[in-house]
């Protein structure tokens, strides 16, 4: 049977804590879909397409796509099995809990959650984004395919 896995999230930008779930979920699944949501209510730095080009460039054999919506109605459009989140800390459980829970109960889907490894479980966009204004390192936090990319916004 193929399992095809959606891993959705706001990308803004990608981390390498996201690589390490993207890893570890391509293991899982046979086919994985990376799903950037277009949330209205979260104003990004970057637009889907720079988030798609980004995400492409640190996993080139995944399928990418943008979404608006709920991603329950993505899900049974691409007959997933799963979606994949990661968790970082205790602190993600909760609100993460509160959307499997929901998901399960709107579209029957199951969330599978994959440990972030300790290094990367400190890490999220907005303080990528803050390193980033303040002309900090970044090759700790995110891809070095993608720093320039991120460079490019903090002139
Ligand atoms: N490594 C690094 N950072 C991580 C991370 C990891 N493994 N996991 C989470 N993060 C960070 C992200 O960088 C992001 O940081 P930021 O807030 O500083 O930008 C933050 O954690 C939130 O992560 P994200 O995956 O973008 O979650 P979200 O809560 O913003 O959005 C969606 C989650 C997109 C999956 C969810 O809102 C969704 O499905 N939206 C579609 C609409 C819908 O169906 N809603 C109903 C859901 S029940």
Not at 34 to 49: C, G, N, Q, T, V
Not at 60 to 68: E, L, M
Not at 109 to 114: A, G, K, S, V
């Amino acid at each position: 049977m193929e399992h095809i896995g959606i891993f959705p999230g706001t990308f803004d930008p990608p981390t390498l804590g996201h690589l390490d779930i993207i890893r570890k979920a391509k293991k899982i699944c046979n086919h994985l879909i990376i799903a950037i949501a277009i949330k209205p209510d979260k104003k990004s730095l970057f637009s889907p397409e720079e988030k798609k080009e980004m995400l492409q460039k640190i996993s080139s054999d995944t399928d990418i796509i943008a979404f608006q919506g709920l991603i329950i109605e993505l899900a049974k459009q691409k007959k997933a099995s799963f979606l994949i989140r990661g968790l970082r800390s205790e602190s993600d459980f909760e609100p993460e809990f509160q959307m499997a829970q929901a998901n399960k109960r709107m579209g029957g889907i199951e969330t599978l959650f994959l440990m972030a490894d300790e290094r990367y479980s400190h890490m999220s966009s907005t303080l990528i984004r803050e390193i980033a204004y303040f002309k900090g390192p970044l090759h700790d936090f995110v891809p070095k395919e993608i720093e320039a990319m991120i460079r490019k916004k903090f002139p």
